[in-house]
Structure formats: structure tokens, C-alpha cells
């Protein structure tokens, strides 16, 4: 990949003098889904797809952006001095909402830059290329200009572009994943305090397969502000009861006991998935631990039925892909990951039941949901790396 991105970014750019190249993996989550802006846990995992990026300083203030995956938009320019989201500038409002958020945090870019990105997440399918995106980024200002920032700082500073650059409202899973990510490792990550440890993902004869919907995601990030505030709301009422500063901080018998305090059904069930999402990822991890993956599946399964009844995120395409997928024997666990309304799903499936789990579950979604889905067998790696 490093010599593809190399010779192409000197066919756009006209040489390839002072470029190096880049990598920024996509992440899928295991368990701990919707809990981030709630204080609660997560549970993913950095994956060894992602986005290269081959980049370079300029001697003026131009930046030259061109993607692989986005041919036809052929190079998108715009100015170091001048960083603001614009609509046309599409994906390129990723990277410039980065450098923009390294000077908010008083890191100065002195010049522009070319550079030229190649991802091989699937197009739309959950993982995180936005995230992905903006980790990359921050590895590339890092490396050029000598910014002293961690790979924490990497995800941080990827959430607040995406927070205050790009309007979507999203928690720091996706880029914490991204930029914290161990070969072979899930993070489990308190989003309360951001501590985390790292879990061994040993799956004794299984392996992680996706399953990508391949449904435009449409009304997605209306429906996620929505679900956030919804979730803000019934905290504020349950804090008229309970001394608590986060949904995470309830355990299911807390929960059961003061739910009357919030006034709305629909908030109650929303407030009653965070909550018991986050005390089975505290159950997951732990059977994960003690290489119980029965129960870790079990676990995973009960997920996704909370997701699709009490926080109501899934929708035909991903409830097909996984009650398809339960079906399967060989199928330890399956459900919807990521924020939902389209995307992708997460199995933990027996190495010799894979070949059978995409054909039933590739067949079942195609005559259901009238077009394809794709399958991807994945593999945990590491964080962002100049190559
Ligand atoms: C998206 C967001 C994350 C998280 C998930 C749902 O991926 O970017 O912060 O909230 O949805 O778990």
C-alpha cells in the first residue's frame, strides 16, 4: 500500500520529494454501544484496515488535499489561514477541521501541505473512516511540525474537530479506539475518566467477522443528537432523585428503583439501554477475561435486542443481518455496532462455520432487504504509525 499511495501522490502532485506515509486503522466495538456520551464503558477494537495517507509541508500556505476513494473529486485546495467547514469541500472538511483544532489548542501550522489519502474501510459501513481520517491527520501534523501530543491528545483533538468543526455530536470511542488501538488488544475505556486497560481479544477458534449493510445511513446523525439528548434529559430527572452525574454510574437494581423520575416511557427506555449496556460490558469484559466467549456472546446478543427495542437504532437491514446470523450454529455472537440506522454488524463466528454463516446470512439479507450486504473477516491491530 505504501508504494501505491507513493506513486499516486506523484502522479497528482507532480513528485513524490519530502513525503512520507502515514496509517490510521477503522475500529469496530465489541460491546458498550451508545454508553460514551454517557459515562459508561466501551469495549473496542482498532482493526488492521484503515487510511493511508502520503504528505508533505509546502513552502506556501496552499493545501492540497486528493483521495484515492474520491477520484472524481480530483484535488480539493484550500488555505492553512483560512479554516472553516465549507459544503463543498466534502471529506477534506475532516483534515482541515484537525488543523484547525491543533490551533485552537495553541499548536500553530506554519505552512500548507499536500496530501493524498487511500483507505480500505468499506465506504460508509460504520467503521470509523471519519475517525480514521482524523487520527491520520493529527499522526501527520505530529510528525512534520514536532507537536508534543499523545495519541491520546490524537483522539481528543479528532472528537473536538468533529464536535466544533463538523456539527456531529459524537462521543470519543471511535477515535480513542483509533488512535489508542493494540495489535490483538480491545480497550476497555471508562469514558467517565478515560482510564482504560488493554483485554486480550482471544477468540479460541473463532474469528470477528462484519457484516456491512450497505444502507445509506440517511437520517443517522439527527437520530444520534436525538438519542444524546434524550439521554440528557432523563439524567436531569433522575438527578432530582439520585446524586448521580452520569447514566453510567447506575446499576441495574438503581436504575429499576428511581425510573419512575423520569416523565416519558420513550426516555425511560432510552435511559434503561444505557444503563444496562454498560453493566453488561463490565460483564463482558470480565467473562472475556476468564475465556468465557459463550457467555461474552450471549452477552453481545442481548446487546442488540436492547438496541433494537429500548434504544431503537436498528432498523430492517441490521436486524435482518443479525437475527439471520443467530440462526447459524457455529455463531457465538452477533450484533448492530456502531451508531446504528445502517452500518454494519459485529459476529464472533467458529472458523469452520464461516464460509456457511456469509452464505445463509448473504442469502437471507439479499431476498429480505432486496440487495447485497458484504462480509469482511477482520483482524485487531495497531494505532496510527508513520510507515
Ligand atoms: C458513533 C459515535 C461514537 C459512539 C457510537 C455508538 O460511532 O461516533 O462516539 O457514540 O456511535 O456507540
Given at each position: 500500500?505504501?508504494?501505491t499511495v507513493l506513486k499516486r501522490f506523484g502522479e497528482v502532485?507532480?513528485?513524490?520529494?519530502?513525503?512520507k506515509v502515514f496509517f490510521a486503522p477503522g475500529r469496530v466495538n465489541l460491546i458498550g454501544e451508545h454508553t460514551d456520551y454517557n459515562g459508561g464503558h466501551v469495549f473496542p477494537c482498532a482493526l488492521t484496515i484503515g487510511t493511508?495517507?502520503?504528505?508533505?509541508v509546502r513552502e506556501d500556505d496552499k493545501l492540497r488535499f486528493y483521495s484515492m476513494n474520491f477520484d472524481h473529486l480530483g484535488v480539493?485546495?484550500?488555505d492553512i489561514r483560512d479554516l472553516k467547514p465549507q459544503k463543498e469541500a466534502g471529506w477534506t472538511n475532516y483534515p482541515k477541521g484537525v488543523m484547525w483544532a491543533f490551533g485552537e489548542r495553541g499548536f500553530q501550522i506554519p505552512a500548507g501541505m499536500d496530501i493524498l489519502l487511500n483507505g480500505n474501510i468499506p465506504n460508509g459501513s460504520g467503521?470509523?473512516?471519519?475517525a480514521s481520517v482524523e487520527v491520520v491527520t493529527g499522526a501527520i501534523l505530529r510528525e512534520f511540525f514536532g507537536f508534543e501530543v499523545s495519541n491520546q491528545d490524537l483522539a481528543l483533538i479528532g472528537q473536538y474537530s468533529e464536535n466544533n468543526f463538523n456539527g456531529v455530536n459524537c462521543?470519543?470511542?471511535?477515535?480513542?479506539?483509533?488512535?489508542?488501538g493494540k495489535k490483538d488488544h480491545a480497550i476497555f475505556l471508562d469514558t467517565a475518566d478515560l482510564s482504560y486497560t488493554y483485554a486480550p481479544v482471544k477468540l479460541q477458534g473463532a474469528k470477528i467477522v462484519i457484516a456491512c449493510s450497505n444502507k445509506k445511513r440517511g437520517l443517522g446523525d439527527s437520530k444520534y443528537n436525538e438519542r444524546r439528548?434524550?439521554?440528557?434529559t432523563a439524567l436531569a430527572e433522575l438527578q432530582k432523585e439520585v446524586d448521580i452525574r452520569s447514566l453510567g454510574e447506575l446499576t441495574e437494581e438503581q436504575f429499576e428503583e428511581h425510573k419512575s423520575a423520569i416523565r416519558d416511557i420513550t426516555r425511560v427506555k432510552r435511559a434503561k439501554h444505557a444503563v444496562y449496556e454498560n453493566q453488561r460490558t463490565l460483564q463482558a469484559v470480565a467473562a472475556l477475561e476468564e475465556n468465557n466467549i459463550e457467555l461474552f456472546g450471549q452477552l453481545m446478543n442481548a446487546s442488540h435486542v436492547s438496541l433494537r427495542d429500548d434504544y431503537e437504532v436498528t432498523?430492517?437491514?441490521?436486524?435482518?443481518?443479525?437475527?439471520?446470523?443467530?440462526k447459524v450454529e457455529g455463531v457465538i455472537g452477533s450484533r448492530m455496532t456502531g451508531a446504528g440506522f445502517g452500518g454494519c454488524t459485529v459476529s464472533i463466528v467458529r472458523d469452520e462455520a464461516i464460509d456457511q454463516f456469509i452464505e445463509k446470512v448473504g442469502k437471507a439479507y439479499k431476498s429480505r432487504i432486496g440487495y447485497a450486504a458484504d462480509f469482511y473477516v477482520v483482524e485487531v491491530g495497531d494505532g496510527p504509525s508513520v510507515l
Amino acid at each position: 500500500m505504501k508504494e501505491t499511495v507513493l506513486k499516486r501522490f506523484g502522479e497528482v502532485f507532480g513528485d513524490t520529494d519530502g513525503v512520507k506515509v502515514f496509517f490510521a486503522p477503522g475500529r469496530v466495538n465489541l460491546i458498550g454501544e451508545h454508553t460514551d456520551y454517557n459515562g459508561g464503558h466501551v469495549f473496542p477494537c482498532a482493526l488492521t484496515i484503515g487510511t493511508y495517507a502520503a504528505a508533505r509541508v509546502r513552502e506556501d500556505d496552499k493545501l492540497r488535499f486528493y483521495s484515492m476513494n474520491f477520484d472524481h473529486l480530483g484535488v480539493i485546495e484550500s488555505d492553512i489561514r483560512d479554516l472553516k467547514p465549507q459544503k463543498e469541500a466534502g471529506w477534506t472538511n475532516y483534515p482541515k477541521g484537525v488543523m484547525w483544532a491543533f490551533g485552537e489548542r495553541g499548536f500553530q501550522i506554519p505552512a500548507g501541505m499536500d496530501i493524498l489519502l487511500n483507505g480500505n474501510i468499506p465506504n460508509g459501513s460504520g467503521l470509523s473512516s471519519s475517525a480514521s481520517v482524523e487520527v491520520v491527520t493529527g499522526a501527520i501534523l505530529r510528525e512534520f511540525f514536532g507537536f508534543e501530543v499523545s495519541n491520546q491528545d490524537l483522539a481528543l483533538i479528532g472528537q473536538y474537530s468533529e464536535n466544533n468543526f463538523n456539527g456531529v455530536n459524537c462521543g470519543i470511542m471511535d477515535q480513542f479506539a483509533i488512535a489508542m488501538g493494540k495489535k490483538d488488544h480491545a480497550i476497555f475505556l471508562d469514558t467517565a475518566d478515560l482510564s482504560y486497560t488493554y483485554a486480550p481479544v482471544k477468540l479460541q477458534g473463532a474469528k470477528i467477522v462484519i457484516a456491512c449493510s450497505n444502507k445509506k445511513r440517511g437520517l443517522g446523525d439527527s437520530k444520534y443528537n436525538e438519542r444524546r439528548s434524550e439521554c440528557e434529559t432523563a439524567l436531569a430527572e433522575l438527578q432530582k432523585e439520585v446524586d448521580i452525574r452520569s447514566l453510567g454510574e447506575l446499576t441495574e437494581e438503581q436504575f429499576e428503583e428511581h425510573k419512575s423520575a423520569i416523565r416519558d416511557i420513550t426516555r425511560v427506555k432510552r435511559a434503561k439501554h444505557a444503563v444496562y449496556e454498560n453493566q453488561r460490558t463490565l460483564q463482558a469484559v470480565a467473562a472475556l477475561e476468564e475465556n468465557n466467549i459463550e457467555l461474552f456472546g450471549q452477552l453481545m446478543n442481548a446487546s442488540h435486542v436492547s438496541l433494537r427495542d429500548d434504544y431503537e437504532v436498528t432498523g430492517a437491514e441490521l436486524d435482518t443481518l443479525v437475527e439471520e446470523a443467530w440462526k447459524v450454529e457455529g455463531v457465538i455472537g452477533s450484533r448492530m455496532t456502531g451508531a446504528g440506522f445502517g452500518g454494519c454488524t459485529v459476529s464472533i463466528v467458529r472458523d469452520e462455520a464461516i464460509d456457511q454463516f456469509i452464505e445463509k446470512v448473504g442469502k437471507a439479507y439479499k431476498s429480505r432487504i432486496g440487495y447485497a450486504a458484504d462480509f469482511y473477516v477482520v483482524e485487531v491491530g495497531d494505532g496510527p504509525s508513520v510507515l
